[in-house]
Nanobody
Framework: VQLVESGGGLVQAGGSLRLSCATS????????MGWFRQGPGKEREFVAV????????DYVDSVKGRFTISRDNAKNSVYLHMTNLKSEDTAVYYC???????????????WGQGTQVTVSS
């Protein structure tokens, strides 16, 4: 599977960004898709997951009410709309695809290059 994340950038605290992730190398319409992030000096952590139907989502507590995950199965893509960004959201953001529990656990052997999000306070 190939994963290409985009949409990151530098934004002021309180601002918004929309991340995109395009997948290729397979048909992932029946799999959950998720977002992860790795901040400076931190381990990679789970951020959000969406079911293959798009009807079920889950988020890490720190982003609930601020981030929204969505997907477009026709484009094999997943998105992360981030609002009210905080300095602690600064990280490299990654996407991945797999079974629901696998996404929650972040148990993947390969990752894309990620997209950098920097929030200035």
């Amino acid at each position: 599977v190939q994963l290409v994340e985009s949409g990151g950038g530098l934004v002021q605290a309180g601002g918004s960004l929309r991340l995109s992730c395009a997948t290729s190398g397979g048909d992932f319409r029946l799999y959950a898709m998720g977002w992860f992030r790795q901040g400076p000096g931190k381990e990679r952590e789970f951020v959000a997951v969406i079911s293959w139907t798009g009807t079920r989502t889950d988020y890490v507590d720190s982003v609930k009410g601020r981030f929204t995950i969505s997907r477009d199965n026709a484009k094999n893509s997943v998105y992360l709309h981030m609002t009210n960004l905080k300095s602690e959201d600064t990280a490299v953001y990654y996407c991945n695809v797999g079974a629901w529990d696998t996404v929650l656990a972040g148990q993947f052997d390969s990752w894309g290059q990620g997209t950098q999000v920097t929030v200035s306070s």
